[in-house]
């Protein structure tokens, strides 16, 4: 049976969130999914077939300083509300379907870093409780977010170790796929300045993550050239943006359109997303 994967992104996902209203209009569940970072938090309302959860959250809270704003650096060492973003908002504020989403009949896995080994470490739907801890810690980009603690260890981003986890789709017994990333054909990543400072701020504390941080552009762009091939192969559908969204976008208007994108792009391709099955 196929499986969908979800690319993170910050608020790039956005565009995602259309394909996943898309597909539940259709009333297509993949029997297994995986997200990384936002992509993972924004899969979770699919599994709960919460349709256009996501988008209004964005468009009513994005510019929302509770949601993200310097304020929230003193108290929670980040940017995001952290506990306005996963607890506050998913409990009481626009609630999530706990129930729905561990009614769902597939696997469902979130990609996230260990801050000590720096490898891919999976949570999975039975690790999501009213904490969600779990979406925490892969969404935790070092230095924007302090690592998640869950049972003793920290964990950070999970695009830092898998980005694109299509091999452990592929381990996981999932020959055929729907996937959907968020940067444009063509996009390849490259070591930036700001990694190289992140690397630093980090290394004497997390050096197996500054080392993560360093080669990450090679494991992205590793894996965006097998899913290439993949598509090539016609063993997966590649859903992605003809033009990139800035991570930290203000502009609601402009979320609004990505999203109405990724969604009218996914009902073109319904066809061939079908034929996964």
């Given at each position: 049976?196929?499986?969908?994967?979800?690319?993170?992104?910050?608020?790039?996902?956005?565009?995602?969130?259309?394909?996943?209203?898309?597909?539940?209009?259709?009333?297509?569940?993949?029997?297994y999914?995986?997200?990384?970072?936002?992509?993972?938090?924004?899969?979770?309302?699919?599994?709960?077939?919460?349709?256009?959860?996501?988008?209004?959250?964005?468009?009513?809270?994005?510019?929302?300083?509770r949601?993200?704003?310097?304020g929230?650096?003193?108290?929670?060492?980040?940017?995001?509300?952290?506990?306005?973003?996963?607890?506050?908002?998913?409990?009481?504020?626009?609630?999530?379907?706990?129930?729905?989403?561990?009614?769902?009949?597939?696997?469902?896995?979130?990609?996230?870093?260990?801050?000590?080994?720096?490898?891919?470490?999976?949570?999975?739907?039975?690790?999501?409780?009213?904490?969600?801890?779990?979406?925490?810690?892969?969404?935790?980009?070092?230095?924007?977010?302090p690592?998640?603690?869950?049972?003793?260890?920290e964990?950070?981003?999970?695009?830092?170790?898998?980005?694109?986890?299509?091999?452990?789709?592929?381990?996981?017994?999932?020959?055929?796929?729907?996937?959907?990333?968020?940067?444009?054909?063509?996009?390849?990543?490259?070591?930036?300045?700001?990694?190289?400072?992140?690397?630093?701020?980090?290394?004497?504390?997390?050096?197996?993550?500054?080392?993560?941080?360093?080669?990450?552009?090679?494991?992205?762009?590793?894996?965006?050239?097998?899913?290439?091939?993949?598509?090539?192969?016609?063993?997966?559908?590649?859903?992605?943006?003809?033009?990139?969204?800035?991570?930290?976008?203000?502009?609601?208007?402009?979320?609004?359109?990505?999203?109405?994108?990724?969604y009218?792009?996914?009902?073109?391709?319904?066809?061939?997303?079908?034929?996964?099955?």
């Amino acid at each position: 049976m196929p499986g969908v994967l979800f690319e993170g992104g910050s608020f790039r996902p956005i565009f995602s969130c259309g394909v996943m209203d898309a597909l539940l209009d259709e009333d297509i569940m993949f029997p297994y999914c995986i997200g990384v970072s936002a992509g993972a938090a924004d899969a979770a309302s699919y599994i709960s077939r919460q349709r256009e959860r996501n988008v209004r959250i964005f468009l009513k809270y994005r510019n929302d300083k509770r949601y993200f704003g310097v304020g929230n650096l003193l108290r929670e060492k980040s940017p995001f509300g952290i506990q306005f973003v996963f607890r506050d908002m998913n409990n009481e504020v626009d609630p999530f379907d706990m129930e729905a989403f561990h009614h769902y009949q597939g696997d469902f896995v979130i990609t996230a870093t260990d801050a000590q080994t720096g490898m891919p470490h999976y949570f999975y739907k039975k690790d999501v409780d009213r904490d969600y801890m779990a979406f925490q810690a892969s969404c935790s980009l070092p230095v924007i977010f302090p690592p998640a603690e869950i049972g003793g260890r920290e964990y950070f981003d999970g695009g830092l170790s898998n980005p694109i986890p299509i091999d452990k789709l592929a381990r996981d017994g999932h020959r055929k796929a729907l996937v959907v990333l968020t940067r444009p054909k063509g996009y390849r990543k490259a070591c930036t300045s700001s990694d190289r400072m992140t690397a630093r701020a980090v290394w004497h504390r997390y050096p197996r993550i500054a080392q993560r941080i360093l080669t990450r552009y090679q494991r992205y762009n590793r894996a965006v050239e097998a899913c290439e091939e993949l598509e090539r192969q016609g063993r997966i559908v590649l859903i992605r943006p003809e033009h990139g969204l800035n991570s930290y976008e203000k502009d609601v208007e402009v979320l609004r359109r990505s999203y109405e994108y990724g969604y009218d792009m996914a009902r073109e391709r319904m066809e061939e997303i079908g034929k996964l099955f």
